[in-house]
């Protein structure tokens, strides 16, 4: 009974609000919503840490080899910054697709880990993406934290509250292993997350394995491994698409040339660059520039 009434009140907020495909904020906590009324072609998409409680339908992310499946009443955990693909599976104009999201507060959770006094199940493989049963618990803190629109005056006081529960509920939960192991200083987990970001801060910089393995004091093959596992996907390969979906913003919402994008994200020849683009989007650059900017929906 609980989600029916979640799942009327966030149907009635996107319809008053014309909420549809792309994420809209609701409000308290950097909450959004997504309601998508029909199935998508994949589309490419750069996640960021981030919590997704999936109220009706269904949607598939796909890193690498992996696919995270993710319906009703199931929620999404992102640990990391990483490039994946992914399409709503399951929607239609009578029960069509509908989910909040919240980013996820990587000093909070590093905070409330020292405090669990249980560390959460360790059944499950520890990837940046994981989906599991969204419980009773977490449900009512996101119904909470949603209702907290309607009351802009307790969010200055419940919001911070609220917030903390969710991210509590997140470190304990199975599918929340990414979280767990990267509130380890030197966890595996958290030396791939602090190249990752070294990644991201330079996009157009030059990468050896060999540099990356150093920094996260791995040796190369183990650094690999445990890259690939976390990820899908191999460091190389994952700075590509982290280039590639920048350039298609450099495109699309800030109107760079094509050989500008090109070498602003690293590439030193343009044909490569095009050659490459169209083969990770369908289209190539020039064709795609005309196209809506990509938002990124949960």
């Not at 009635?12 to 009324?37: E, K, N, W, Y």
């Not at 992996?66 to 640990?79: D, E, K």
């Not at 405090?115 to 599991?132: F, N, Y």
């Amino acid at each position: 009974m609980q989600a029916d009434e979640l799942i009327r009140k966030v149907v009635a907020f996107a319809d008053d609000h014309g909420a549809s495909g792309d994420p809209f904020p609701v409000g308290a906590g950097g909450m959004t919503l997504v309601r998508q009324r029909r199935p998508t072609l994949i589309y490419p998409i750069v996640y960021q840490p981030i919590f997704c409680l999936v109220l009706q339908g269904e949607k598939q992310t796909y890193l690498g080899s992996n696919t995270v499946r993710f319906g009703a009443m199931q929620s999404l955990i992102v640990g990391l910054d990483l490039p994946a693909q992914a399409r709503v599976v399951r929607a239609s104009q009578a029960e069509p697709y509908v989910a909040l999201a919240i980013p996820l507060d990587m000093a909070l959770i590093r905070e409330l880990a020292p405090e669990l006094d249980r560390p959460g199940k360790t059944s499950m493989a520890t990837r940046a993406v994981a989906s599991g049963r969204a419980d009773t618990a977490i449900v009512d803190a996101m119904r909470r934290l949603f209702e907290l629109a309607e009351t802009p005056e307790a969010g200055k006081v419940l919001l911070p509250l609220i917030l903390r529960e969710i991210h509590y509920w997140l470190l304990t939960a199975e599918h929340g292993a990414i979280l767990r192991q990267i509130s380890e200083q030197d966890s595996h987990a958290a030396r791939i997350a602090k190249v990752i970001a070294g990644i991201r801060r330079d996009i157009a910089a030059s990468l050896r394995v060999d540099d990356l393995a150093g920094e996260a004091g791995m040796s190369v093959s183990a650094f690999h491994a445990h890259f690939k596992d976390i990820t899908g996907t191999s460091p190389l390969q994952f700075q590509k698409q982290l280039r590639l979906m920048e350039a298609r913003r450099l495109l699309q919402a800030e109107k760079l040339s094509v050989s500008r994008a090109a070498f602003q994200v690293g590439y030193e020849s343009a044909t490569q660059f095009s050659r490459e683009y169209a083969r990770h989007f369908g289209l190539p650059p020039r064709a795609d520039k005309a196209n809506k900017p990509a938002q990124a929906a949960f």
